[in-house]
């Protein structure tokens, strides 16, 4: 089982819309949480940090489930350059200082 | 502020050939991975050097691959011989601090094609 699975969609969402995330994770030692977004043919780009108590930035919304070992990222109020590739990444020390990170949510927003 | 500098942005090359990947980190960072990206296999850590110490290379895929970190400044990713599988986005980040604190900053990658 690969360290972090992500549903690689794609997502085809109407602009105004609102959509979420999630990913699964399988060591229940990790221990930071991330979501890094990727444009086409770009280099990823760090979006937001996920924080136990889950977090917000502005129409993004990130949360933790250790329970079940997923995070989630929501995106309310869709734009159309909220299309591009969202990796959910995962730390924990036993990999070193590596980040894992998952192959990627593609979004696409239509108008 | 200057971000992570890669070069080249393309290469395109024949196989068996030799293939030099350079990347220079921000200023001030002390972290730097290099990593590779394709499509079947999404995003991989193939070495990380802190404070330019090589500190983990298990993801490098064989001897084929090297890489050196000679000042804080410069970093270089080497393939010989160069194989078709090789092709791949190749991306530098660097970070300040280890990666469980702080955020990777990406360079633009290299997109190599071994033919």
């Known amino acids: 089982r690969k360290e972090v699975e992500q549903d690689p969609g794609p997502f085809n969402v109407p602009e105004g819309a609102t959509v979420a995330f999630n990913c699964t994770y399988s060591n229940s030692a990790s221990q930071s949480f991330f979501w890094y977004r990727q444009d086409c043919r770009k280099e990823p780009k760090l979006l937001m940090s996920v924080y136990s108590s889950g977090n917000e930035d502005g129409r993004f919304t990130a949360q933790l489930n250790r329970a079940s070992q997923y995070i989630s990222l929501l995106i309310r109020d869709s734009k159309l350059s909220d299309s591009a590739t969202y990796l959910c990444v995962v730390y924990n020390s036993n990999s070193g200082y590596a980040l894992n990170f998952g192959k990627g949510t593609s979004l696409l927003v239509t108008p | 502020d200057a971000g992570v500098i890669q070069s080249p942005r393309h290469e395109v090359t024949e196989m068996g050939q030799e293939v030099t990947l350079r990347c220079k980190p921000i200023s001030g960072h002390n972290s730097l991975f290099w990593y590779r990206q394709t499509m079947m296999r999404g995003l991989e850590l193939l070495i990380y050097?802190?404070?330019?110490?090589?500190?983990?290379d298990s993801g490098m895929p064989e001897d084929r691959f090297s890489a050196k970190m000679p000042n804080a400044s410069f970093s270089t990713l080497k393939i010989q011989p160069s194989e078709p599988r090789d092709s791949a986005v190749y991306f530098c980040a660097s970070s300040l601090g280890r990666a469980i604190n702080q955020p990777q900053h990406f360079g633009d990658g290299t997109r190599l094609s071994i033919l």
């Open positions: 050097f802190n404070n330019n110490v090589p500190i983990d």
